[in-house]
């Protein structure tokens, strides 16, 4: 099937992210936030995106303005009705995503594909808030951060998730120029599950005074040559985001390496939840 209309729920670091990718490659894209405002601030930090790569020469001026105009915020529901594709990226909370998929099922065509970009949840969970009827489109599509950068996109797929389906998300996967992995739908997936014992063994070896956070995450670039080290990604993907994922996998697993650290969890109590708020593992603007 043709993917022409999408429907982003969310219009946070990922929502925005994932709106901009589809309307880059020519799609007619929904932003919905509750509030109006943020869907409007989402378009607005994709905007500023779109700047810098015309300000570097990658980007016509022209072009920017054919990609923003394929952009509308909303903060209605409704606004689903003619969507062929639904992407939700809302805050990771099993009630929120439910509750919210169990509204567009009821709006959304009956031919739409319902892709969430959950890190944790199981897809199977999900899925069963929609009609049986739906469960065939529901999947998982996870992007990755920055969205326009990073060219993974891991579908899972459910106990129900149809070839159909699977099909078509990685026919837009190619539109996006993005690869696809397959994860079955276990905890944390398959790029979570390798991530995140490596970040939280990174932050018990800061916990112990192994070393400074400097030199940890220099440990990892230049012995290993990643692009951030682990404490510092961590605060880019939020300290909150990875401990939510780090219960997911210990609830999962029972495995002491997912156990958060608990360095991480007095963080987040304290309200600091890395790049986001200005200070986790480091402080920001670096
Ligand atoms: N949004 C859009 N574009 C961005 C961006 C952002 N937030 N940040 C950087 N970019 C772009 C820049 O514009 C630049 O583009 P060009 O090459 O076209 O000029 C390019 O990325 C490189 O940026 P910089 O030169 O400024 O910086 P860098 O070389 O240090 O790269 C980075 C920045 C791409 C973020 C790099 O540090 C990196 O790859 N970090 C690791 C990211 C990662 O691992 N992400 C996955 C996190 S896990 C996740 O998302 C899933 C989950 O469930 C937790």
């Known amino acids: 099937m043709s993917i022409e209309r999408v429907f982003v729920a969310g219009a946070g670091l990922m ?10 490659v020519g799609k007619e894209v929904t932003v919905y936030e509750p ?23 990658k980007l016509s001026a022209e072009e920017r303005e054919s990609i923003l105009a394929r952009l509308t915020g909303t903060a209605d529901l409704g606004q689903a009705a003619e969507a062929d594709l639904v992407v ?15 509204a567009l099922d009821g709006i959304a065509p009956t031919g739409a594909i319902f892709a969430s970009n959950t890190s944790s949840i199981a897809i199977d969970r999900l899925a069963a808030s929609v009609s ?33 389906t699977e099909a078509a998300i990685r026919g837009l996967a190619t539109e996006l120029g993005k690869q696809v992995i397959v994860s079955a739908d276990r905890p ?23 070393g400074t ?9 230049v012995g290993l040559n990643h692009p951030m080290g682990p404490l510092e990604l961590a605060d880019f993907i939020g300290l ?3 401990l939510g994922i ?41």
């Not at 509030?35 to 020469?57: C, F, H, S, T």
């Open 246 to 286: 780090m219960r997911v996998l210990e609830e999962g697993f029972g495995q002491p390496q997912f156990a958060p650290p608990a360095v991480l969890v007095d963080l987040v109590e304290a309200g600091h939840l890395g790049q986001k708020t200005g200070k986790g593992f480091h402080t920001y603007p670096r």
């Open 132 to 164: 049986e009827a739906r469960q065939g489109r529901f999947v998982g599509m996870h992007f990755f951060s920055p969205v326009p950068v990073m060219p993974l996109i891991e579908l899972i797929r459910g106990a129900t998730t149809t070839d159909d």
């Open 240 to 242: 909150d985001v990875c």
């Open 35 to 57: 509030d109006l405002a943020r869907a409007e601030a989402g378009i607005a930090r994709i905007a500023g995106n779109l700047e810098r790569a015309v300000a570097k020469g």
């Open 15 to 24: 929502g925005h992210g994932i709106a901009q990718v589809h309307a880059a």
């Open 88 to 102: 939700e990226a809302v805050f990771e909370d099993v009630d929120v995503k439910t509750r919210l998929w169990a």
């Open 213 to 221: 956070a400097e030199d940890i995450d220099t440990g990892a670039k």
């Open 188 to 210: 944390g997936f398959i790029v979570n599950r390798i991530l995140m014992p490596f970040l939280a063994e990174a932050m018990r070896a800061y916990e112990e005074g192994l």
